[in-house]
């Protein structure tokens, strides 16, 4: 079985509290007072305290268009992606060369070369390190990129695989929707980067940290609307549908059985929910469906509450956090799980 060596998340330094961050998306994107009321609305209700920032606040004035916001996801991207690689690396007890296959996604920025091109340059992986960036997933790719490293590792047992995930979501913000989407995206999503180091099960440190027992995917018939982006001349606008909650409370419970039943497993056999935290009626669909309470999805609310929803890299950082402040016995499962645009799912199931 696969690994998971080091799970380790970053956030940039520029860290403001929500009512702030209404206000500066107020001023920037809705000139008229009633629809920033209903903004302040919806950013009181997201149940986020604060969140971090690719830039100081005082720069996003000067963002006129996709062009400079996107510059800004290249320089600051590779910079928070090189930070938590090396940092996974080192709790893992390896070195950049050791990595054979580095995984990079993004969903909230255009890099040709991809980040796991630049990262792999800046940081010294080998020439011949296999490359594999991954667009297009959103929130999914946390899970998903495990899986994947999973599959890859299966395959080539004795060698190294990373994921890489970083998310800019303040960059893509449109000055001129005063869409519900777009009031409710600003209000949710934060900017951070997070790295998995994994191993296969022959290499030399494949004895210490959970082990990926499987995995599950679902994408969704006819929900190609639910979440995604509409790419135009000013960037990347939010596709968010009220519709989501209704896909999670129909198709999760079975997505979950999937995962268990072959294994002979439950969901009261599972001691570790590490879930992506979607928002407040995602989280709390999650727990009706599966018949769980908060505190069982207690570090989800946690990270939704101190960082917001950082779309790939928010299920890693829930993941660190599970490992750092909730140990687990010797023999729990776990299971990792994130949705995004598709609209699809993924699971995987995990034993330490």
């Given at each position: 079985?696969?690994?998971?060596?080091?799970?380790?998340?970053?956030?940039?330094?520029?860290?403001?509290?929500?009512?702030?961050?209404?206000?500066?998306?107020?001023?920037?994107?809705?000139?008229?007072?009633?629809?920033?009321?209903?903004?302040?609305?919806?950013?009181?209700?997201?149940?986020?305290?604060?969140?971090?920032?690719?830039?100081?606040?005082?720069?996003?004035?000067?963002?006129?268009?996709?062009?400079?916001?996107?510059?800004?996801?290249?320089?600051?991207?590779?910079?928070?992606?090189?930070?938590?690689?090396?940092?996974?690396?080192?709790?893992?007890?390896?070195?950049?060369?050791?990595?054979?296959?580095?995984?990079?996604?993004?969903?909230?920025?255009?890099?040709?070369?991809?980040?796991?091109?630049?990262?792999?340059?800046?940081?010294?992986?080998?020439?011949?390190?296999?490359?594999?960036?991954?667009?297009?997933?959103?929130?999914?790719?946390?899970?998903?990129?495990?899986?994947?490293?999973?599959?890859?590792?299966?395959?080539?047992?004795?060698?190294?695989?990373?994921?890489?995930?970083?998310?800019?979501?303040?960059?893509?913000?449109?000055?001129?929707?005063?869409?519900?989407?777009?009031?409710?995206?600003?209000?949710?999503?934060?900017?951070?980067?997070?790295?998995?180091?994994?191993?296969?099960?022959?290499?030399?440190?494949?004895?210490?940290?959970?082990?990926?027992?499987?995995?599950?995917?679902?994408?969704?018939?006819?929900?190609?609307?639910?979440?995604?982006?509409?790419?135009?001349?000013?960037?990347?606008?939010?596709?968010?549908?009220?519709?989501?909650?209704?896909?999670?409370?129909?198709?999760?419970?079975?997505?979950?059985?999937?995962?268990?039943?072959?294994?002979?497993?439950?969901?009261?056999?599972?001691?570790?929910?590490?879930?992506?935290?979607?928002?407040?009626?995602?989280?709390?669909?999650?727990?009706?469906?599966?018949?769980?309470?908060e505190d069982d999805l207690a570090m989800t609310w946690r990270s939704l509450h101190r960082i917001g929803n950082l779309s790939s890299a928010s299920v890693l950082h829930v993941f660190a956090d599970t490992l750092s402040s909730r140990p687990a016995s010797t023999g729990d499962w776990g299971v990792v799980m994130a949705m995004g645009p598709g609209f699809c799912a993924e699971l995987v199931l995990l034993r330490w």
């Amino acid at each position: 079985m696969t690994t998971i060596s080091a799970v380790h998340g970053v956030l940039p330094p520029h860290r403001y509290p929500q009512a702030q961050l209404t206000d500066l998306f107020g001023r920037l994107c809705l000139p008229d007072r009633a629809a920033r009321a209903v903004a302040n609305r919806f950013h009181t209700s997201a149940r986020v305290a604060t969140r971090h920032l690719a830039l100081p606040i005082e720069q996003y004035d000067e963002l006129d268009g996709f062009t400079a916001a996107n510059d800004a996801f290249l320089s600051v991207a590779v910079n928070l992606g090189c930070e938590a690689a090396l940092a996974a690396l080192d709790d893992a007890g390896l070195e950049p060369g050791d990595v054979d296959l580095v995984l990079s996604t993004t969903v909230t920025g255009i890099a040709v070369p991809s980040l796991d091109a630049r990262i792999a340059a800046r940081i010294g992986m080998r020439p011949d390190v296999k490359r594999v960036p991954v667009v297009g997933l959103g929130c999914l790719a946390g899970a998903a990129g495990i899986a994947r490293l999973h599959d890859f590792l299966r395959g080539w047992p004795t060698s190294v695989a990373m994921l890489v995930s970083v998310e800019l979501c303040s960059l893509t913000v449109q000055r001129q929707d005063a869409s519900a989407a777009n009031m409710i995206a600003a209000g949710l999503f934060g900017d951070g980067a997070a790295a998995v180091v994994a191993v296969g099960e022959g290499h030399v440190a494949a004895s210490n940290g959970p082990r990926v027992v499987d995995s599950v995917s679902h994408l969704y018939e006819n929900s190609e609307r639910a979440m995604g982006w509409d790419i135009g001349s000013t960037g990347l606008k939010v596709v968010l549908g009220a519709e989501v909650p209704d896909l999670v409370r129909t198709h999760l419970a079975q997505d979950v059985e999937r995962l268990l039943s072959p294994h002979g497993l439950g969901i009261g056999d599972i001691a570790r929910w590490i879930c992506h935290p979607g928002g407040p009626k995602v989280i709390e669909t999650i727990q009706s469906v599966l018949g769980l309470d908060e505190d069982d999805l207690a570090m989800t609310w946690r990270s939704l509450h101190r960082i917001g929803n950082l779309s790939s890299a928010s299920v890693l950082h829930v993941f660190a956090d599970t490992l750092s402040s909730r140990p687990a016995s010797t023999g729990d499962w776990g299971v990792v799980m994130a949705m995004g645009p598709g609209f699809c799912a993924e699971l995987v199931l995990l034993r330490w």
